[in-house]
C-alpha cells in the first residue's frame, strides 16, 4: 500500500469540488491513479470502459496490460562538446552549470507530463472549502481526537484545535515519501508552493 500526495485542498483530491461534468479538475489525477492502481494490483475490480474514457483513461491502457504513462528523460542540463582541436568557437571542459536559485525541488530542465490529462488538470484552479464555505471553521475550532499511526504500528493519540493548518508529513527524513509528479509540474507551471512542507533532502520519490 502507498501513500502518495497530490496537490490542492480536500475536495481536490477526494472529488466533489466542481461538477461531475466539468472537463478538466486536479481530483482527476489521484482519481485515475487509483484506478489504475486497482489494475496494476488486479483487484478484480470491474469498471464501465465508457466511463474510463470520460476521466481521461484509455480501456487499452488498462488491459489486458497496465500502461504506466512515464514521462520523457529530459535532455541533460549542460551539454559539453569536445572537439578534437580547440577554435575560437569551442570551450574545452567548460565547468558544469549550477542550479538556478529558487525551488530546491525543480529540475534544471522543464519537466513534462507523459499524459496530456495529468498536465491539463494539474493547473487546475485550487478549490480552498474553508475560504469558499467558511461554517467550516467552526470545526476547525473544536478541538477533535487526532490519530497518528507510527512506524511500528502503534497508535499516539492527541486533541487539538487545527485552525486551519495543513497536513503533516511524517517521517520524511526516514522513510520514502511519494508524491505525484503532477505536484512537480503545477509547482513548475504555476509556481505553486504545496502548504504541506516536503523537504528537499531527501527528496520526495515522484510517482505517475
Not at 562538446?81 to 575560437?88: G, I, M, N, V, Y
Not at 519537466?111 to 490529462?117: G, V, W
Request: hydrophobic letters at 40%; glycine letters at 6%; proline letters at 11%.
Amino acid at each position: 500500500m502507498l501513500e502518495v500526495w497530490f496537490a490542492g485542498a480536500h475536495c481536490d483530491v477526494g472529488g466533489g469540488s466542481v461538477l461531475n461534468e466539468t472537463k478538466n479538475d486536479l481530483a482527476r489525477i489521484p482519481l485515475r491513479w487509483m484506478i489504475r492502481e486497482c489494475f496494476v494490483n488486479n483487484t478484480g475490480i470491474l469498471f464501465h470502459s465508457s466511463e474510463l474514457a470520460e476521466i481521461g483513461l484509455s480501456p487499452c491502457s488498462l488491459w489486458p496490460v497496465v500502461k504506466i504513462p512515464i514521462p520523457p528523460t529530459p535532455p541533460p542540463a549542460v551539454q559539453v562538446k569536445h572537439e578534437l582541436e580547440p577554435t575560437d568557437g569551442t570551450l574545452v571542459d567548460s565547468p558544469p552549470a549550477t542550479p538556478l536559485p529558487g525551488n530546491p525541488l525543480l529540475p534544471l530542465t522543464p519537466l513534462t507530463l507523459a499524459s496530456l490529462e495529468d498536465a491539463n488538470d494539474a493547473v487546475m484552479p485550487i478549490y480552498d472549502q474553508l475560504t469558499i464555505a467558511k461554517w467550516w471553521w467552526i470545526l476547525e475550532a473544536m478541538p477533535l481526537r487526532q490519530r497518528y499511526q507510527r512506524h511500528d504500528k502503534t497508535w499516539r493519540t492527541w486533541f487539538e484545535m487545527n485552525m486551519g493548518r495543513s497536513r503533516k508529513i511524517h517521517g520524511q527524513k526516514r522513510f520514502p515519501t511519494y508524491v505525484h509528479r503532477s505536484v512537480l509540474y503545477r509547482m513548475q507551471e504555476l509556481g505553486y508552493v504545496p502548504r504541506a512542507e516536503l523537504l528537499a533532502n531527501p527528496s520526495p520519490i515522484w510517482v505517475d
